[in-house]
């Protein structure tokens, strides 16, 4: 079920971010040759209006193409009307920006029904996450392994912690299972076996998860989330509002943190990533799900953004030049750049998959019986 939970959240986001492309070049008035929902073989396709409507056999992405969008595309002289190279630059620029606008706008819908509900939506504040310790509750499994206040947790079960909601992704998700905790105290760097407490913790659907608990407390007295909640349905368009404000802010300074060293790069996720994050909100009931539902979508909105030739940010910036310059940079420059774009994204990519592989190793290794064999 985990697949299935993954692809239908994969294919939504890809919907919601074609769809705008899609929806904005026909209110442009550029001719959509096709708009496919995956990559690969097509499973099945429908043409309406001069467009084919395709689902192709792999669900991990999807596309919109245009006529005229390809560089040296030849094009009949009744058609160049409606192709997107010859559209004035402000046209093109609110084609680019539309797919990530409509993933922003999931988001705002995606918060809108959780708060229509009646939850609120926690935000985590990045100043507010430091991971050390404030208080060890006596009688805990940190406190019997010897964890003190002032303690900054580094590394759980080989995995880097930057913020305090790594810790508790990590702890939660291993209730029973003994984690080394490598702990920074005083200048120097100790080690400490911890066997997280299964708590059984309630949801806000009633149904109950088992998780895992040391018994430590957040450095700083302040709340590391903000609580974002509708008093009624009157106020739930606003909160949402803020919810996907804060939560982008949020996104922004993570990346930021990440460029500058901040955070390592061990914590970006890849797809395994998201296939195993996906299955596990899922199993936790309705609104969780929904909730990493309206996190990927944001986070894709983002990472779109960013000025990398080949993502829509890129197609930005090289539409601001042609602005500036009242031309277009030249073809063989855009197709450099578009290359050391391509190269960029395949780096990350592979970078991504290597952090999930990593991560899912000891797992694997556990699932196949490797390394606990008797010796």
Avoid at 31 to 49: E, N, Y
């Amino acid at each position: 079920m985990t697949l299935v939970w993954a692809a239908l959240l994969l294919g939504i986001l890809v919907f919601s971010h074609e769809l705008g492309h899609f929806i904005f070049a026909k209110l442009m008035k550029v001719k959509v040759l096709k708009f496919s929902l995956g990559f690969g073989p097509k499973v099945a396709g429908i043409t309406r209006g001069g467009t084919e409507y395709v689902i192709s056999a792999l669900p991990l992405g999807g596309y919109v193409k245009m006529l005229g969008e390809e560089q040296g595309e030849e094009l009949a002289p009744e058609d160049r009307a409606h192709a997107f190279s010859a559209q004035p630059v402000y046209k093109r620029a609110v084609i680019a920006f539309a797919g990530p606008f409509f993933n922003v706008l999931l988001t705002f819908l995606l918060f809108a029904v959780i708060l229509g509900a009646g939850l609120p939506v926690n935000v985590p504040k990045l100043q507010d996450l430091s991971p050390r310790v404030d208080a060890v509750r006596q009688g805990t499994p940190a406190a019997a392994a010897g964890l003190k206040p002032g303690d900054v947790i580094l590394e759980i079960g080989g995995q880097p912690v930057d913020t305090w909601l790594d810790l508790i992704a990590i702890v939660s998700n291993k209730p029973g299972k003994p984690l080394l905790f490598k702990v920074k105290r005083d200048g120097q760097i100790l080690n400490f076996t911890i066997t997280p407490k299964l708590v059984k913790e309630k949801m806000p659907d009633g149904s109950e998860i088992a998780i895992g608990q040391i018994g430590i407390k957040r450095a700083g007295s302040k709340d590391p989330f903000y609580v974002i909640a509708a008093k009624n349905p009157l106020m739930v368009p606003a909160a949402a509002a803020d919810a996907t404000y804060r939560m982008g802010v949020f996104t922004y300074d993570s990346l930021a943190k990440l460029v500058t060293g901040a955070f390592s790069l061990k914590t970006i996720g890849g797809p395994i990533a998201i296939v195993q994050e996906s299955g596990k909100a899922a199993s936790m009931g309705t609104f969780p799900y929904i909730m990493f539902m309206a996190f990927i979508s944001l986070n894709l909105a983002v990472l779109n953004l960013l000025p990398v030739p080949i993502l829509d940010g890129g197609h930005l910036f090289f539409l601001a030049i042609e602005a500036i310059r009242r031309k277009p940079l030249s073809e063989n420059t855009q197709i450099a750049l578009q290359k050391v774009g391509l190269v960029l994204l395949i780096t990350l990519m592979a970078f991504a998959f290597h952090n999930d592989i990593v991560r899912s190793l000891p797992q694997w290794k556990k699932a196949i019986g490797i390394g606990h064999g008797k010796g």
